[in-house]
């Protein structure tokens, strides 16, 4: 059994986290995954959008059956003051196709709030502005909400962690087509597709610095928080309930998370 579990979209928003771990292919019910193992912590790489990200984090239970869920990885930004490589935790996640929402009670050690919306295509600007509007949002991302209902159903505890990669008012190039069925990204189809367009080039280069930038950040936070197992507090989706590790004295209370 393994204690915590994170949920990516992509391999290259582990590293340089997970550099040194072990790595071994995830295989469950036809679906292949990258996953990377240390002590009591796995990561999996599940790919881009909700429905990869939930099926990432369906493997995992049924193969490892972590105490809690993760969702981690790089999310675009629905405020101004909010800039590349800024880390958020989120306390509410909306799922954007349904409205579920999924809440949390930050404690401990563990400092964050405001709402991640899960989005089911790459957010615009235009987009960004909508969310707002309709949600309150903070963040946007396309996977956290598949991984808390997961969460949810398997009765265990759930956090989310995000590193900003683009800014609110960012123009995004068309990145949603070259996503493949099983969530990976065509790098070189768009390469190509971007060598032709030079009027992306700027924006371009932007979104690859600032997405290292924040997958540095990302990798730091993950260090520092997850690398002894379990954050202050575990807060599982399904009443008030907090666990800590094994010989951890209780400094939080209780705290709570509902559907």
């Known amino acids: 059994m393994s204690a915590v579990a994170v949920i990516v979209?992509?391999?290259?928003e582990l590293h340089p986290w997970v550099d040194d771990w072990n790595s071994s292919p995830l295989h469950w019910n036809g679906q292949d995954f990258h996953?990377?193992?240390?002590?009591g912590l796995i990561a999996v790489a599940g790919g881009i959008g909700s429905e990869r990200a939930e099926l990432a984090a369906r493997a995992v239970m049924e193969r490892y059956h972590p105490q809690m869920l993760v969702s981690a990885g790089?999310?675009?930004?629905l405020i101004r003051s909010l800039k590349a490589g800024s880390v958020v935790t989120p306390n509410v996640i909306v799922d954007a196709a349904n409205g579920a929402e999924y809440r949390c009670n930050l404690g401990g050690e563990v400092v964050g709030g405001g709402v991640l919306v899960t989005l089911q295509e790459i957010a615009d600007a235009a987009g960004k502005a909508v969310l707002v509007e309709r949600f309150h949002g903070l963040i946007v991302d396309m996977e956290a909400a598949g991984v808390a209902r997961v969460a949810q159903q398997f009765k265990v505890g759930f956090r989310c962690v995000k590193a900003i990669s683009d800014e609110f008012d960012f123009v995004m190039p068309p990145l949603d087509r070259f996503v493949d069925d099983q969530g990976d990204f065509q790098t070189g189809k768009f390469a190509g597709w971007a060598a032709l367009r030079p009027q992306y080039w700027t924006n371009i280069i932007r979104l690859g610095r600032n997405s290292r930038r924040a997958t540095r950040a990302l990798s730091h936070w993950l260090k520092m928080n997850l690398s002894g197992g379990f954050p202050a507090a575990v807060v599982t989706l399904n009443g008030a309930e907090t666990s800590l590790p094994i010989g951890r004295e209780d400094r939080t209370g209780s705290s709570g998370l509902k559907n």
């Open 9 to 12: 979209a992509l391999d290259r």
């Open 35 to 39: 996953c990377y193992h240390t002590g």
């Open 74 to 77: 790089l999310a675009g930004a």
